[in-house]
Nanobody
Framework: QVQLVESGGGLVQAGGSLRLSCAAS????????MGWFRQAPGKERLFVAA????????DYTDSVKGRFTISRDNAKNTVYLQMNSLKPEDTAVYYCNAANSNSITSVRAALGYWGQGTQVTVSS
């Protein structure tokens, strides 16, 4: 059974940092592009960041550029999202995604495998 399990969410003050992790089990995703999405209350799920299967190419939505960093450790079958300078508008449930392809552009299509999500709350 394939599972993606997110962790690392929580409550943090504006300006603070959190590091999200997404651990995959059931199969290896070392040949898949992976990414992070987020969904605020009453809003649609939106793309945040993506990383190529080798970890050499990254892609970010404009609102998090310069603040968030996506990385991966294929030996651990894990992808990370380092979030710095957090703002109240970053508050959302964050979801890990494993794309169906090794192409980083496929992540934005929001297909493939999903985790259950982890809550990030940023207080002002």
């Amino acid at each position: 059974q394939v599972q993606l399990v997110e962790s690392g969410g929580g409550l943090v003050q504006a300006g603070g940092s959190l590091r999200l992790s997404c651990a995959a089990s059931g199969r290896t995703f070392s040949n898949n592009a992976m990414g992070w999405f987020r969904q605020a209350p009453g809003k649609e799920r939106l793309f945040v960041a993506a990383i190529s299967w080798r970890g050499t190419i990254t892609d970010y939505t404009d609102s998090v550029k310069g603040r968030f960093t996506i990385s991966r450790d294929n030996a651990k079958n894990t992808v990370y999202l380092q979030m710095n300078s957090l703002k109240p508008e970053d508050t959302a449930v964050y979801y890990c995604n494993a794309a169906n392809s090794n192409s980083i552009t496929s992540v934005r299509a929001a297909l493939g495998y999903w985790g259950q999500g982890t809550q990030v709350t940023v207080s002002s």
